[in-house]
């Protein structure tokens, strides 16, 4: 079995910066991608950043400049730091990773539980 845990959410006033981390556990034998989604109040989830195993990154357009994805391989990890935190950038932030688990035929889509970023005007 696989978990991924979050950590870092909270509440921020506009202009200030957060660091969301994510770490995957359990019979892991690759990691694919790895990133975040994001879900606001009456919205759909959308994409916010991803990270390949080769290291590439793919920003959401709303976050470019402000937002920095990175992944420590040696831990299963993936941060996200957040930097010029606007109020629409409030939401529930959830960690994604593509996981081939031991004795697994192909990597399958994994999700954390969510933490809730609060950005005040």
């Known amino acids: 079995q696989v978990q991924l845990v979050e950590s870092g959410g909270g509440l921020v006033q506009a202009g200030g910066s957060l660091r969301l981390s994510c770490a995957a556990s359990g019979s892991i034998f690759s990691i694919n991608a790895m990133g975040w989604y994001r879900q606001g109040p009456g919205k759909q989830r959308d994409l916010v950043a991803i990270?390949?195993?080769?290291?590439?990154?793919i920003n959401a357009d709303s976050v470019k400049g402000r937002f920095t994805i990175s992944r420590d391989d040696a831990k299963n990890t993936v941060s996200l730091q957040m930097n010029s935190l606007k109020p629409e950038d409030t939401a529930v932030y959830y960690c994604?990773?593509?996981?081939?688990?031991?004795?697994?035929?192909?990597?399958?889509?994994?999700w954390g539980q969510g933490t809730q970023v609060t950005v005040s005007s």
């Open positions: 994604y990773a593509d996981i081939k688990v031991t004795g697994g035929t192909s990597a399958v889509p994994y």
């Open positions: 990270i390949t195993s080769g290291g590439r990154t």
